[in-house]
């Protein structure tokens, strides 16, 4: 058991190598890997992401050793190393701690423990499906490019204080768009031919009004370093989608990424815009009917775990309520009924199975033979 002196002297050197990481980004492909990173675990605090990212800058998906056990069926493979995150401590707080700590709260973290967690390429088991597999497919097709993009620009228009308008292409001097912090506006090329790009212009037009606007922390940095952050975020947006993004160019952020106070603060600021983002982009291609996952030719619903399989259910159920045509409607009704017949015949098997291993237990009279005794 090492002693606590090693364990305190070990969680430094984890947080110092992930350090070294980030420090690292002084080139547009790592800083294309580390915004991967960040696309695909924006639920995760920025500490947590840098981590993964210093371990193991490939991961898609990670869970703990049970967790992959018991939600997704699938085992960690023998020798297999696990990514180290951290993990709050939350202690229960006595009248004297919250004297102490100056507030109300019941409970607080105390600090934090390093566990191990394990990328879905270290496991083995039953498939993993994801709804961002079904978006990219759906996405493909220009035109719900097109329904996303006019549903971001309807959305800020309508829920938010910025204002989204569209100008001929000829009369930005070559840009695809920008954004005004005096009248909070973005204007974007309408007439951009790449429906891809202009979604992600729009994106990064959004990403500067929320981090350089007139009130922002960031608004006097350098232009480049502007630019850097907005790109970064539309490259995450996009990637959240499923979209490519190969060509697009992040430029260079060595100008900034030799200060390590200076770089947290810039990522900091980019995953939390980008998480907003992504939270965005998820909620109007679920409105706009684009995660319709029950649509891929692999989903076979008999390899699919029963916890799955009933998250499967109640996504339909929620979907058809949801749906904004018949033709749609009735498809989401077809795929249900395929659901609830294959719960229906797993649940049938798990009884009869149960009534072969256990005979003592006594079964139910069918309503024919209680109505021949009568």
Request: glycine fraction near 4%; hydrophobic fraction near 30%; charge should be neutral.
């Amino acid at each position: 058991m090492p002693s606590k002196v090693e364990t305190e002297k070990w969680k430094r050197q984890l947080v110092e190598n992930a350090e070294k990481e980030i420090l690292k980004l002084t080139d547009s492909e790592k800083f294309k890997s580390y915004l991967d990173t960040v696309a695909k675990f924006h639920r995760y605090s920025q500490r947590n992401i840098d981590l993964i990212y210093s371990q193991n800058p490939s991961a898609s998906q990670v869970a703990g050793f049970k967790k992959w056990q018991n939600d997704f069926k699938r085992s960690v493979n023998k020798g297999e190393k696990g990514i180290r995150i951290a993990a709050p401590i939350i202690k229960k707080l006595t009248p004297e701690d919250q004297k102490r700590l100056d507030t109300t709260e019941e409970k607080a973290i105390v600090g934090y423990r390093y566990i191990p967690v394990f990328d879905i390429s270290q496991t083995s088991g039953e498939p993993v499906l994801s709804a961002k597999d079904f978006v990219k497919e759906n996405l493909a097709d220009h035109q719900n490019v097109t329904s996303l993009y006019n549903a971001f620009k309807d959305y800020l228009n309508q829920q938010t204080d910025l204002k989204v308008s569209e100008v001929p292409l000829a009369t930005l001097n070559g840009a695809k768009g920008y954004f005004q912090p005096s009248t909070n506006e973005i204007v974007i090329g309408g007439d951009e031919p790449d429906n891809a790009l202009k979604l992600k212009t729009l994106y990064h037009e959004y990403a500067h009004s929320q981090l350089h606007g007139l009130k922002s922390a960031f608004k006097d940095r350098p232009r480049a370093y502007q630019e850097t952050q907005a790109e970064a975020v539309a490259y995450v947006a996009m990637q959240n989608i499923g979209v490519d993004t190969s060509n697009y160019s992040l430029g260079y952020v060595a100008t900034w990424a030799k200060d390590t106070a200076v770089i947290h603060s810039a990522l900091s600021e980019i995953q939390q815009v980008s998480n907003k983002v992504i939270e965005l982009s998820d909620g109007l291609t679920k409105q706009l009917g684009l995660q319709e996952a029950q649509k891929e030719p692999e989903h076979d619903l008999k390899m699919l775990a029963a916890q799955s399989l009933n998250k499967s259910y109640q996504s339909l159920q929620q979907q058809i309520q949801q749906a904004t045509s018949p033709q749609q409607k009735a498809q989401f009704k077809n795929q249900l009924n395929d659901v609830h017949q294959e719960i229906s015949d797993r649940t049938q098997k798990q009884l009869k199975a149960f009534a072969e291993q256990n005979p003592e237990i006594k079964q139910p009279e069918s309503e024919l033979d209680q109505s021949l005794k009568r």
